[in-house]
């Protein structure tokens, strides 16, 4: 039983591209994060967000409690931006973590 | 320093060794949370610890693991007669709030 999933879990685009990452979460939570971490490193919160829509530069996270539901945007997709996104939602004492999305962006 | 740091960065070890792995958190964060992630998967909850208080360690796979804050700041987790299904990368966080958590880079294990 999963109770963070993402989809997709791999996604290729080519620079420039805009993409998509697809949350959907089973508990009750007043928060969501957006986590990123590249190959060998450790993990980079993106954003956090208990309503409506955050942007950050090229990102932008929106999540609809209602529907347990979030959306992570990346625009002008970048190789650099290559990565794995996972969604986490804070629930209790402990964090729920997606399986991640690996992204990577061809020139 | 600035952020969460863990040490070693990497660790090889032979089936039935034992390990330990540190866990530096953020000065005055009072949580601390340890996470194992294996490959191409999420990480996974692990353990908690409120300042030298272990409060949750519902995710501890086995009595082989075992973890300590002794003095509410640095901590370490010890596995015991390491089995290749231990390896992983074993993650560690920090917060002063619940809801925000500051990761560590990680020590990533491989059992031989």
């Known amino acids: 039983k999963n109770e963070v999933e993402q989809s997709p879990q791999n996604l290729t685009a080519q620079e420039g591209e805009f993409i998509t990452i697809n949350c959907s979460y089973s508990?009750?939570?007043?928060?969501l994060h957006w986590l990123q971490q590249h190959p060998g490193g450790g993990i980079v919160s993106l954003f956090m967000?208990?309503?409506g829509k955050k942007k950050h530069g090229r990102l932008i996270a929106t999540i609809n409690i209602q529907e347990k539901h979030s959306s992570l945007h990346i625009t002008a997709s970048h190789p650099r931006d290559s990565a794995v996104y996972i969604c986490a939602v804070p629930t209790g004492n402990q964090f729920y973590f997606g399986t991640g999305t690996s992204l990577t962006v061809i020139p | 320093g600035a952020g969460v740091s863990q040490s070693p960065r990497y660790k090889v070890a032979k089936r039935g060794q034992d390990v330990a792995l540190r866990c530096d958190p953020i000065?005055?964060?009072?949580?601390l949370f340890w996470y194992q992630q294996a490959l191409g998967q999420g990480p996974e909850f692990l353990t908690y610890?409120?300042?030298?208080?272990?409060?949750?360690k519902s995710g501890l796979p086995s009595d082989r693991f075992f973890a300590e804050r002794p003095e509410g700041s640095v901590s370490t987790l010890k596995i015991q007669r390491t089995q290749q299904e231990d390896s992983a990368v074993y993650l560690c966080?920090?917060?002063?709030?619940?809801?925000?958590?500051?990761f560590g880079p990680g020590t990533r294990l491989t059992v031989t």
């Open positions: 967000l208990s309503s």
């Open positions: 610890f409120q300042n030298e208080a272990q409060l949750d």
């Open positions: 966080a920090s917060s002063s709030q619940r809801l925000e958590q500051y």
């Open positions: 508990v009750g939570i007043s928060a």
């Open positions: 000065s005055g964060h009072v949580s």
